[in-house]
T-cell receptor, first 110, second 113 residues
Framework: QKEVEQNSGPLSVPEGAIASLNCTYS??????FFWYRQYSGKSPELIMS????GDKEDGRFTAQLNKASQYVSLLIRDSQPSDSATYLC??????????FGAGTTVTVRA | SAVISQKPSRDICQRGTSLTIQCQVD?????MFWYRQQPGQSLTLIAT?????????ESGFVIDKFPISRPNLTFSTLTVSNMSPEDSSIYLC??????????FGQGTRLTVV
């Protein structure tokens, strides 16, 4: 069973809209969760980390964590064309190792 | 965050040959890892590079195919041995420093022909 599942894409949103990305994980003992952004041809860039239940906001990004439901999400508010990328959900599986979801490709239409 | 430099950034290699990828960090880091990203896929952890000892490999990866060295806290190498076209991927060095957040080098895009 795959450890980290992301909602299937691609996701296309108009400029200025909210993009909503979802992720579930199987290891109930996981404590650290991350969202990476990966532009085509580039390496992943960490944009959000979350460790506690609830919401964490950073600029236009909000990460939400619900450990009981084993669910992590990322909201991108006021989406811009520069947000067009693949977003990877990652879960710490122990010893600083990460398990990644398949990624969701977001396209923001101008 | 640490600055992570990988060399080479890309290479085209003949099948049956080996390629060694270098990862240099500008500060000492606790943990270093190697990931693979096959075309159109997500990242898969190959191994943890342990300083001064043998790397710890994930299921499906073996030392004979992916030998790893880590002589100190700022440097590691990954060798892709006896390459086949199926090894064509992006190989990424990653470091974790202090907390649990991990950062990536720019990657090495390998094409095996």
């Amino acid at each position: 069973q795959k450890e980290v599942e992301q909602n299937s894409g691609p996701l296309s949103v108009p400029e200025g809209a909210i993009a909503s990305l979802n992720c579930t994980y199987s290891d109930r003992g996981s404590q650290s969760f991350f969202w990476y952004r990966q532009y085509s041809g580039k390496s992943p860039e960490l944009i959000m980390s979350i460790y506690s239940n609830g919401d964490k906001e950073d600029g236009r990004f909000t990460a939400q964590l619900n450990k009981a439901s084993q669910y992590v999400s990322l909201l991108i508010r006021d989406s811009q064309p520069s947000d067009s990328a693949t977003y990877l959900c990652a879960v710490n599986i122990g010893d600083y190792k990460l398990s990644f979801g398949a990624g969701t490709t977001v396209t923001v239409r101008a | 965050s640490a600055v992570i430099s990988q060399k080479p950034s890309r290479d085209i290699c003949q099948r049956g040959t080996s390629l060694t990828i270098q990862c240099q960090v500008d500060s000492q880091v606790t943990m270093m890892f190697w990931y693979r990203q096959q075309p159109g896929q997500s990242l898969t952890l190959i191994a943890t590079a342990n300083q001064g000892s043998e790397a710890t490999y994930e299921s499906g990866f073996v030392i004979d195919k992916f030998p790893i060295s880590r002589p100190n806290l700022t440097f590691s190498t990954l060798t892709v041995s006896n390459m086949s076209p199926e090894d064509s991927s992006i190989y990424l060095c990653s470091v974790a420093q202090g907390g649990t957040e991990a950062f990536f080098g720019q990657g090495t895009r390998l094409t095996v022909v």
